[in-house]
Nanobody
């Protein structure tokens, strides 16, 4: 059974940094996408960043470009999201997901085939 388990969330002040991790167990395909999404209270879930596991190409939402970096460690089967210069508006539950399909266009209601989501990790940024 495929599982994605996030960790690394917490509370920081504006301008601070956090690194989220997503441990991947069981998603064994030669090429697929993994990404980070977030959902703030009262808002819809939105895409933050994604990476093409088969080739390493990355994609970012405009509002995190230059601040967040998505990366993978194949040996550890772990996805990361390094978040720098955090802002209060970054406060949200962050989820990782894996899917087979487009890595650059994110329809959170239907990412693609074999879609799997983690349970989320909470990030709170205070001003």
């Amino acid at each position: 059974q495929v599982q994605l388990v996030e960790s690394g969330g917490g509370s920081v002040q504006a301008g601070g940094s956090l690194r989220l991790s997503c441990a991947d167990s069981g998603y064994t395909y030669s090429s697929y996408c993994m990404g980070w999404f977030r959902q703030a209270p009262g808002k819809e879930r939105e895409g933050v960043a994604a990476i093409y596991i088969g080739g390493g190409r990355t994609f970012y939402a405009e509002f995190v470009k230059g601040r967040f970096t998505i990366s993978q460690d194949n040996a550890k089967s772990t996805l990361y999201l390094q978040m720098n210069n955090l802002k209060p508006e970054d406060t949200a539950m962050y989820y990782c997901a894996a899917w087979v399909g487009s890595c650059s266009t994110w329809d959170v209601s239907a990412l693609g085939y074999l879609e799997v989501w983690g349970q989320g990790t909470l990030v709170t940024v205070s001003s």
